[in-house]
């Protein structure tokens, strides 16, 4: 497999579906995590972290840190296998494939957010962060137009069956005195279906922080915290939607 991308050898070896991906568009994603996502224990794909980036206020993009960088990049890729795959077995049932993001911070909130929250804005009128104006895409598809919180130059083409792009960042201006600055995600693959239910398969935990140093210097640049795979939705993502005052997903009945 000498000169084929990383991410589609990546799928040969899982036994991911690589019916719709064109090898000769497609541009290598460099993959730093990869979590496997379950219907009923059986595996129907993959859910792939790319490699963080680092950040400052959404510009000065790369993969070192540097001294002023407040927030990470990740690219987050869903591929279906031929078992989870909608033209193919599809043993879930599933319409579509969508992606759902939980976010928790210690930084001070706006008016209106919770230190715990789903990961959308206010005026979503659904839960799913694979909607405009978020930064994702279907299939074979380029990056997002906006590269200058990205580190790439133009927009590589990428093939997923669902795939998002986020670049957090919390000011210091948002910190609180004495206090490590963190900000943690859930990102989870759920299954939708219409007409029925929907459901929340696997997911994977990741986030960063800024550490308090002192009054004078403020918080350190962001760091990492990695990637933590989830065969299911934690109890705290699963209490967030029920407690959701703003978006009413209740995934386990007929919601729509």
Known sequence: ????????CLLLATGVDDSSISIAQAQELDVGKVCPVLFRRESVG?????????????????????????????EIHFFSNATGSIGDRNIADCDR???????????????????????????FADPFYDNTPLEHGYGTHLTPIDNRDKPWIGRPVRASTV???????VSSM?????????????????CQREPGYDNILSCGQWGYRREYIDEMSGWSEAEFTGVQCRAEPSELFKQTLQDSNRLQYSYWINWR
């Not at 969508?98 to 005026?123: S, W």
């Not at 795939?163 to 960042?169: C, G, K, L, M, S």
């Open 46 to 74: 993959i859910l792939a972290f790319s490699r963080a980036w680092y950040h400052s206020g959404r510009s000065d993009a790369r993969y070192m840190a540097g001294d002023n960088a407040t927030g990470v990049g990740l």
């Open 97 to 123: 494939y969508r992606i759902l993001q939980v976010r928790r911070t210690t930084a001070r909130l706006f008016d209106g957010e919770k230190e715990v929250q789903i990961d959308v804005p206010n005026d």
């Open 163 to 169: 795939a998002i792009y986020d670049t957090p960042f």
């Open 174 to 190: 948002l910190g609180v005195e004495g206090q490590d600055l963190e900000v943690a995600f859930e990102t989870c693959v759920v």
């Open 1 to 8: 497999m000498k000169g084929t991308p990383l991410f589609v």
